[in-house]
């Protein structure tokens, strides 16, 4: 696969795009393209492994978060959790939360019974994990040791997705990793409901996010990466636990190109305003905090 290939369809055919513009990085500019042969969106052209891995850490690294909104965002995020987890069955079983951040999700595991596994990049986060007894099995999703294939009963891969240049590399790995009847936990922001409240082009069009799924290609995708989608919420967020697929069947998929396009052009004219407004916003807001970084 090049790097301008679909990453749901494998198609070469791209049609219209949205640049957008990102205060933290000046001279980066980039453009999301949607696919006109499914309707998937994603930067095109790709960028590198190493833009991508210097993006996540400017903004996942907590750098530009205060920790007040750090912790609501962490209660929210547990919250949610909780709400779509807690019918399982977790006693015993063995969850691997890969992207975890700071491990905000271990409570909710310990509480289950389960154990507790943690797939992190960034050294400060992963540290905070083993402080809280969390086991890390390696810094990288392709990087994980052989002998933690057929492991885990749960795979928690949320809000990671949309950060990854090749995500069907990624669902073959996790594919591995679950045991035979094992479920994948995966969430993601919903193209087809682009959250606008901070804008278009200057916050749901965002550098750290490289694919930008609508809930008929994340499905197309989880079922050619051999998964079988047996939950599907299509909100805000999707929402999906999947099972490892025992045999061989493959669908027909929908060409999503007319209806994502409409629902991004609507977007885009809808936060014209906001996003000039916005952009003005975050640029004083880093300064302030640039300020109170150096003055540290
Ligand atoms: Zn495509």
Redesign the pocket.
Known sequence: MTENN?S??N?QEWGKSYSYFSPLNEKYKAKVSL?K??G?GQIVPMINAQRISYNNEMFLGGKYISSNEREKAKNKKLNVLKERLSDLNLTNKKVLDIGAGEGWSIPFFNSSGAKYFAIEPIDSLAMKIKKTSGIIISSDIFEVNKKYESTFDLVVFRHIIEHLPEPAKALEVINRLLVDDGLLYIAAPNASFPDLKKGFSTSFLRPVHVQYFNSPNLVRLLELSGFVVTTLDDGKEIYILAQKKKNNTSGKYQNTYDKQKKIFDDAFLYSLKKDIYCNFKQMIKICLLKIRFLKK
């Open positions: 679909c749901v369809c198609s696919c042969v499914c998937h």
